[in-house]
C-alpha cells in the first residue's frame, strides 16, 4: 500500500518569500510525483510533475525529485498572496491504476 | 482548465437516503477515477474506469457504494444508504491514460452532507 506523506502541514510566509513543501513516499517504483493546488471551494488542479531524478523548473516553481530517499519537494519562489491555497503531493503508481494522495500542505501567504 | 463537470455541487441527505451524483469527464479521456475528499484533506480512492469496465474499487465502494461510466450518458457515484460518516467532498477526475506522466484532470466535486 503506497503511502504519501507531506509536510508541514501548514506553512506561513511573508510575500516575496521562498514556499518549500516536502513530500515523502513509500514505494520507489512509483512512477510519476505530481503537485497539485487546492483552493477553497474547488477540485485540485495540477501544477508541475516530475518522473526522472534530479530538478524541473516551471516560472516560480521547482521540483526536486531524489528517488533513492523516495523524497520530493516544492519550492515557490516570489511567493504571492494568491498562492495560498492547499498543496497535495500525488504519486502514480507503476503497473497500478490510481494516483495516491498526501494529505496537503495549507500554505498562507500573508501580504 | 479542467473540463470534468461534476453535478450537483451540493448535496443533503438523512441517514438512510440515497445520494446519487454525476460526472462528465473531459471529452476523450477514457479513464475514470472517483475520490472521497474528508474535512481533514484525506483523499480515499473509492473506483476507476476505463471506458465502462471498472478496474478496481476498494471494499467499501463494493458494499454500499455503486458506480457506472454507461458509453454516450454521465459517470455517476451512489451511495445506497447514506451515513453520517459519507458527509465529505466527492471528486471526479479523468485522464487520457494510466500512469506515466498523465496528468489527471479534476472536477470541482460535490459536497456530500449526510444529517
Known amino acids: 500500500q503506497e503511502k504519501v506523506q507531506q509536510s508541514p502541514e501548514s506553512l506561513i510566509v511573508p510575500e516575496g518569500a521562498m514556499s518549500s513543501l516536502n513530500c515523502t513516499f513509500s514505494?520507489?517504483?512509483?512512477?510519476s510525483i505530481w503537485w497539485y493546488q487546492q483552493h477553497p471551494g474547488k477540485g485540485p488542479e495540477a501544477l508541475i510533475?516530475?518522473?526522472?531524478?534530479g530538478n524541473k523548473k516551471e516560472g516560480r516553481l521547482t521540483v526536486y525529485l531524489n528517488r533513492a530517499s523516495l523524497h520530493v519537494s516544492l519550492h515557490i519562489r516570489d511567493s504571492q498572496p494568491s498562492d495560498s491555497a492547499v498543496y497535495l503531493c500525488?504519486?502514480?503508481?507503476?503497473?497500478?491504476?490510481?494516483?495516491?494522495f498526501g494529505s496537503g500542505t495549507r500554505l498562507l501567504v500573508s501580504p | 482548465n479542467s473540463k470534468v463537470i461534476q453535478t450537483p455541487r451540493y448535496l443533503v441527505k438523512g441517514q438512510g437516503q440515497k445520494a446519487k451524483m454525476r460526472c462528465i469527464p473531459e471529452?476523450?479521456?477514457?479513464?475514470v477515477f472517483w475520490y472521497q475528499q474528508n474535512k481533514n484533506n484525506e483523499f480515499k480512492f473509492l473506483i476507476n474506469?476505463?471506458?465502462?469496465?471498472?478496474?478496481?474499487q476498494i471494499d467499501m465502494t463494493e458494499k454500499r457504494f455503486s458506480a457506472e461510466c454507461p458509453s454516450n450518458s454521465p459517470c455517476s457515484l451512489e451511495i445506497q444508504s447514506s451515513e453520517a460518516g459519507d458527509s465529505a467532498l466527492y471528486l471526479c477526475?479523468?485522464?487520457?491514460?494510466?500512469?506515466?506522466?498523465?496528468?489527471?484532470?479534476f472536477g470541482k466535486g460535490t459536497r456530500l452532507t449526510v444529517v
Open positions: 514505494n520507489s517504483a512509483s512512477q
Open positions: 510533475s516530475i518522473f526522472s531524478n
Open positions: 471529452k476523450g479521456h477514457p479513464v
Open positions: 474506469f476505463q471506458n465502462q469496465e471498472v478496474l478496481q
Open positions: 477526475a479523468s485522464s487520457l491514460s494510466w500512469g506515466g506522466n498523465t496528468e489527471v484532470f
Open positions: 500525488a504519486v502514480s503508481i507503476a503497473g497500478g491504476y490510481k494516483v495516491v
